[in-house]
Nanobody, 119 residues
Framework: QVQLVESGGGLVQAGGSLRLSCAASGRTFSSYGMGWFRQAPGKEREFVAAISWSGGSTYYADSVKGRFTISRDNAKNTVYLQMNSLKAEDTAVYYC????????????WGQGTQVTVSS
């Protein structure tokens, strides 16, 4: 069982930056692939970024590529999402998730943190 707690959301102007954190419980964090997802009002949840258990592989949605960076610190049981050049369309609730599935089917989810980008 893994419990995930996101933090770092808030209100920022377009063009600004935020860094989200996701703290995980448990001693097996380093064995999980981690992902970030987001859900805007009236829209379905969408994939944002993912990182392998070692941090050696990262994946991004086209909409955030070049602006967002996912990283992890296994010693701190934490995964990060650095978000730069934010746009109004990045406004959403951001969720982190954990998986051991090689098909990246996520088993554990956090409660989410709100990111609002004002234009």
């Amino acid at each position: 069982q893994v419990q995930l707690v996101e933090s770092g959301g808030g209100l920022v102007q377009a063009g600004g930056s935020l860094r989200l954190s996701c703290a995980a419980s448990g001693r097996t964090f380093s064995s999980y692939g981690m992902g970030w997802f987001r859900q805007a009002p009236g829209k379905e949840r969408e994939f944002v970024a993912a990182i392998s258990w070692s941090g050696g592989s990262t994946y991004y949605a086209d909409s955030v590529k070049g602006r967002f960076t996912i990283s992890r610190d296994n010693a701190k049981n934490t995964v990060y999402l650095q978000m730069n050049s934010l746009k109004a369309e990045d406004t959403a609730v951001y969720y982190c998730a954990a998986t051991k599935d090689t098909r990246w089917k996520y088993d554990f989810w956090g409660q989410g943190t709100q990111v609002t980008v004002s234009s």
